[in-house]
């Protein structure tokens, strides 16, 4: 009896030591995550974390995926850093399996109008003199010197394959900084840390020790990134997510195929609210207006709401808050006086669960709303408008869908309407409503497409905000809106975004944030291609 004893309290001391050290374990994980990110300049737009040792580098060995997603240049040089430098003997073993976290920051003086910084923690026992020993060493690739920025010590190392200078800099202990950007590093070094302020949001630590890698988002510094990348200001391109007051911290899942992060978006609730902020306060819905999404989508921004009177309520209040409430008062009672139509309260009766504004290949712009009842709006949209024939007619009235919809559909200003079933169409002109007209009727829908219902089992089935592009078809979209060289890249370099059939940003409504899906899904390479290019 006595040994029983002896040996359960054995086990449960066993226990009590492994519990102990395991969360210990998860929060030095989380503090070491923290202090790093808190190191990154804070226009970071966005950061990728992941371990550096070989299981990760061999998950990822002969696949395109990351490659694609930041291209052929950039991914070519990171393995270039990694292999001829940072595999150098003298360094490997200070910086094998620490957590890498890649930013990607805006930078005007570089022609990609993006550049990358690399920040890691060396191991603790790591001096930073060591990088003098392979001051002299030959044949190495590489040609280092000293280099001091803004009284940061650091090294310039000259990479004699790719004839480009990277820059190394010791930003605080045995934390370092590096990128091929002389401008960024010098900010860099210039950067100071501020404990109150949190560029990025923190993923739980559990989910943090568990996570092959992770991406964080910081919402707010999205505009400038795309303003690099975009010659068209006016373009509408994830427009709604760069101007949303948030954070996000999402964890990559491993497919062979396809980009698949999830996690968090939390708003910051100390800044001016956005048009997304409204879906905090719904319900996730089902996603099934993406069901009659024309063939041609270049890319769709869906929005779903469980109470539309509830959002319609929310909507004139943000509007209210946004200084918009008088101009908005002014139309809804034109309408009033001159229709006798309460126009606000009707539209948000028959208002369905979702919304979208869609992009065609053809830069049409169509807006398919459903409704509860066509036939009983019907009569309300008639009564607004000036009818062309029995079926289409123009609203009297600028900024209707503006007022009733929001900022998403601020394209379409007076547009002309159709009803199909329950569905409202909206565009800019009867070219467009015929041509949504011939889809409709004779099913010449997204679903239909080859690689789509591979797409789809990826997205989440509920959400409150979509965004979704189709690479091929979003091509002539791109060719106009990205600047020269940016799209130049995308379209002649070997990796590139072009190799994926889609990507789909999803927002679902969760304790006042919003659970967050990105996925991107790979193109099914042609089989005759690769035969082809085998026999070369």
Not at 13 to 18: D, P
Not at 168 to 174: A, E, F, T, V
């Amino acid at each position: 009896m006595k040994r029983i004893i002896i040996f359960s309290l054995l086990l449960v001391a066993a226990t009590a030591f492994i519990t102990v050290k395991y969360f210990r374990s998860l929060n030095n994980s989380g503090e070491h995550s923290a202090n790093i990110l808190r190191n990154i300049p804070d226009n970071a737009a966005a950061v990728f974390e992941f371990s550096n040792d070989k299981g990760f580098y061999d998950i990822f060995t002969d696949n395109t995926l990351v490659g694609n997603l930041i291209g052929e240049e950039k991914i070519g040089e990171l393995d270039t850093v990694r292999k001829v430098f940072f595999g150098d003997a003298t360094l490997q073993g200070f910086f094998n399996n620490s957590n890498v976290f890649v930013s990607l920051h805006p930078d005007t003086s570089q022609s990609s109008g993006t550049e990358l910084l690399i920040t890691a923690a060396a191991a603790k026992n790591f001096d930073i003199e060591i990088f003098n020993s392979l001051l002299k060493k030959k044949k190495s690739g590489y040609v280092i010197t000293p280099l001091n920025i803004n009284g940061k010590k650091g090294y310039t190392v000259y990479f004699t394959s790719l004839k480009k200078r990277f820059y190394i800099i010791n930003k605080s202990g045995n934390i370092f900084s590096a990128s091929f950007s002389k401008n960024l590093i010098t900010r860099s070094a210039a950067y100071k840390t501020d404990n109150d302020n949190h560029a990025f949001l923190l993923l739980p630590d559990k989910q943090n020790a568990n996570s092959l890698a992770n991406l964080y988002v910081n919402y707010t510094q999205l505009s400038p990134v795309f303003e690099q990348l975009l010659k068209n200001r006016y373009s509408d391109i994830f427009k709604s997510f760069r101007l949303l007051p948030a954070l996000g911290a999402l964890n990559l899942n491993y497919k062979t195929d396809a980009l698949m992060f999830n996690g968090y978006t939390n708003i910051i609730n100390n800044k001016p609210a956005s048009y997304l902020n409204l879906f905090r306060d719904q319900q996730p819905v089902v996603n099934k207006l993406k069901e009659v999404f024309p063939s041609t989508t270049a890319y769709a921004m869906s929005m779903g709401v469980s109470d539309p009177e509830k959002f319609m309520h929310d909507l004139s209040r943000f509007y209210d808050k946004a200084g918009l409430k008088g101009e908005e008062d002014t139309l809804f009672n034109k309408v009033k006086n001159e229709t006798g139509i309460n126009l606000h309260t009707e539209f948000g009766k028959l208002l369905g669960n979702e919304f979208a504004l869609v992009t065609t290949r053809y830069h049409e712009k169509l807006g398919i709303v459903a409704t509860t009842n066509g036939l009983k709006l019907r009569p309300f949209m008639t009564n607004i408008s000036t009818m062309v024939d029995d079926n289409t007619g123009r609203f009297k009235y600028d900024k209707l869908p503006y007022f009733l919809l929001g900022d998403a559909f601020s394209i379409l200003k007076r547009p002309y309407f159709r009803i199909i079933d329950n569905y409202l169409i909206l565009a800019n002109s009867i070219h467009e409503l015929d041509s949504y007209n011939d889809i409709y009727f004779n099913r010449k829908f997204l679903n239909k497409a080859e690689n789509y219902i591979d797409f789809d089992n990826l997205t989440a089935e509920r959400s409150n905000v979509s965004f979704i592009m189709y690479f091929k078809n979003a091509q002539p979209i791109l060719k106009g809106d990205l600047k020269d060289n940016i799209y130049s890249n995308y379209k002649n370099s070997s990796l590139s975004l072009k190799n994926f059939y889609a990507a789909s940003y999803q927002l679902s409504a969760a304790d006042r944030n919003f659970y967050t899906n990105f996925c991107m899904l790979k193109n099914v390479q042609d089989s005759t291609s690769v035969k082809n290019t085998k026999n070369q």
